[in-house]
Nanobody, 126 residues
Framework: QVQLVESGGGLVQAGGSLRLSCAAS????????MGWFRQVPGREREFVAAFTRSGGTTTYADSVKGRFTISGDNAKNTVYLQMNSLKPEDTAVYHC???????????????????WGRGTQVTVFS
């Protein structure tokens, strides 16, 4: 059974940084895409960043390009999201997602991911 567990959320002042972690277990994650999405109440889940582990291809939402970086530690089966220069509009619950048998460009639609973590809250205050 695939499990994704996020951590690292918290309260931070605008301009600050946080690093989110997603620990994955239950399967071999060598040929999968892993991504981060975020959601605020009343709005749809929004794509943030993703990468494919086989080729290391990454993609980012325009709103976070240059500020957020997604990376992975294959030995630990962990995916990270380094978030710098945080803004109040980055406030959301951040979810980790995984989809297997993905090569090339990772998907950016939440409908293309089958496995999800419960999320970690990020709150940015001004």
């Amino acid at each position: 059974q695939v499990q994704l567990v996020e951590s690292g959320g918290g309260l931070v002042q605008a301009g600050g940084s946080l690093r989110l972690s997603c620990a994955a277990s239950g399967r071999t994650f060598s040929s999968c895409a892993m991504g981060w999405f975020r959601q605020v109440p009343g709005r749809e889940r929004e794509f943030v960043a993703a990468f494919t582990r086989s080729g290391g291809t990454t993609t980012y939402a325009d709103s976070v390009k240059g500020r957020f970086t997604i990376s992975g530690d294959n030995a630990k089966n962990t995916v990270y999201l380094q978030m710098n220069s945080l803004k109040p509009e980055d406030t959301a619950v951040y979810h980790c997602a995984a989809e297997f048998a993905v090569w090339g460009r990772p998907p950016t639609s939440s409908a293309q991911y089958h496995y999800w973590g419960r999320g970690t809250q990020v709150t940015v205050f001004s």
